[in-house]
């Protein structure tokens, strides 16, 4: 157990960070840590498997690679399946699933193909045994994952169980709420570090998520020291070194850190729901919540920070299926005007009645009447009242920089599920949107071409 290969899958986009990640939390050299797509591959130790678990803000799950060979049939997948010491990670009382993806698989079936998989674990143990473990789909103590290329099938373990975005301390929720992962990795690419004592801001913080991830790091808690994990069910599992790292953890914390995360949303409801979320998470003393517009509210402190939101576009929402749908069903029915801006659904005077029937700042955001785009509105609050602030925001709308007539000073690729999102960088300085419209004018009267975008 000294030498496995260890694989964190992510999201796209994230490996890089998530290689950082790993090397800081275990310590081992860069020649052990090689980012792939979606994901890094670690040479590491049984003990390095737990502390990922329990210490990664960025990884999908931690899985233990048992081997990679080539195939060109169903007959292989048993063949290389049934060649795995299973008996050393489970035993046939446990029951176990299996979950299989491909990419340019040959194979006509995936489904068969896990079929094969499961019968080649189940007669090993028989075999070995003389029984063998049930397969149960819902709540497997163990899970086993295949995933096929063109021509190899790669075989692994799960150490995690639930996935890791699932902290356990996120119950209460909206609509097509953003992962903690996927927040982690948003505040990783903003570069924001709590040693620095600089401020972060999330002015649309729905249910929490930026803010809670942000003040765990402020307050150097583990992301996992709250929940259970799959490692637990496994036979190496040995109960007093888990003891002993999550005791590591819990002395490591700062429990009088300073309060350097703020976030505000203008349903009343989604900050109670942020604020019973930061309680289960053990940081309410390290974040500030508070009700309010976001084309209104100040900066939160005197010195700059950063801003890191997730703003509201139509295709998130729709990507949550059902609950998208009803929380948009729900927007048209409090606001019979409502209007899409730009992906988002825009609204007036009955905002508040919407935020009240369960929206969130995210799905549904001020804008002043119909002809207002509530982007640009926002990009001229901060230009007017965040000098020196950095804005990070992240949309599946490349265009999003120019609706809000700023000019973008990095962007990142990263997947937020099956969405293609930028997370966008913008360096806020002083300047007033309001004769932008003047200068347009002039440029279609033959004045000039209107000036760089600011």
């Known amino acids: 157990m000294n030498a496995l290969h260890l694989f964190l899958p992510c999201a796209a986009g994230v490996e890089g960070y998530l290689a950082d990640e790993i090397a800081a939390i275990t310590a081992l050299p860069p020649a052990q840590i090689q980012a792939l797509r979606a994901g890094v591959l670690v040479q590491g130790s049984w003990r390095h498997a737990l502390q990922l678990n329990l210490h990664s803000r960025l ?8 081997s990679r060979t080539p195939y060109q049939n169903e007959a292989d997948l048993y063949e290389a399946a049934s060649h795995i010491a299973w008996e050393l990670w489970f035993t046939p009382q446990q029951t176990f699933r299996i979950d299989i993806t491909a990419q340019r698989s040959p194979l006509k079936s995936l489904n068969f193909a896990a079929l094969k998989i499961k019968d080649a674990v189940a007669d090993r143990f028989r075999a070995r045994a003389g029984s063998r473990p049930s397969v149960d789909t819902q709540w497997p103590d163990v899970r086993i994952f295949a995933h096929l290329t063109n021509d190899r099938m790669a075989l692994y373990i799960d150490t995690s169980g639930e996935p890791l975005f699932k902290r356990g301390w996120r119950e209460d929720k909206g609509d097509a709420p953003l992962k903690e992962t996927l927040a982690a990795a948003m505040i990783a690419a903003s570069g924001w570090d709590p040693a620095s004592g600089q401020p ?22 583990a992301p996992g020291v709250q929940r259970r994990f ?3 069910r496994l036979l190496p599992f040995q109960a007093h070194v888990w003891q002993q790292l999550r005791a590591e953890a819990r002395e490591g914390e700062l429990r009088d850190a300073p309060v350097l995360v703020y976030g505000s949303d203008v ?6 729901f942020a604020q019973r979320n930061a309680q289960r998470a053990g940081v ?10 976001a084309l209104q509210r100040m900066p939160p402190t005197e010195t700059p920070g950063i801003l890191l939101i997730n703003p509201p576009y139509g295709e998130r929402i729709a990507a949550a ?14 606001a019979p005007r409502v209007h899409r801006v730009g992906g988002t659904l825009g609204t007036g005077t009955l905002r508040e009645a919407a935020a009240s029937r369960g929206g969130r700042e995210s799905a549904i955001m001020a804008a002043g009447s119909e002809d207002d785009d509530f982007f640009a509105r926002l990009a001229s609050h901060w230009k007017k009242n965040y000098t020196g602030w ?7 709308d490349r265009d999003l920089p120019r609706r809000m007539r700023l000019k973008e000073t990095r962007k990142i690729p990263m997947w937020n599920g099956p969405i293609e999102c930028r997370l966008f960088r913008f360096d806020l300085v002083a300047g007033s949107m309001q004769a932008r419209p003047q200068r347009q004018a002039g440029e279609a009267a033959g004045a000039g071409d209107g000036g760089p975008r600011a």
């Open 230 to 232: 799959g490692f637990e």
């Open 59 to 66: 990884a999908q799950r931690v899985l233990v690679q048992l």
């Open 200 to 221: 972060l801001y999330d002015p649309c913080c729905g249910s929490g998520t930026i803010a809670v991830e942000a003040a765990q790091m402020a307050c150097r808690m």
């Open 321 to 334: 299926g059902v609950a998208g749908q009803r929380a948009e069903e729900r927007a048209r029915s409090a």
């Open 390 to 396: 950095t804005a990070w925001m992240l949309t599946p």
């Open 267 to 272: 349903a009343h409801r989604m900050v109670d």
């Open 284 to 293: 309410a003393h390290a974040v500030q919540l508070r009700g309010g517009d």
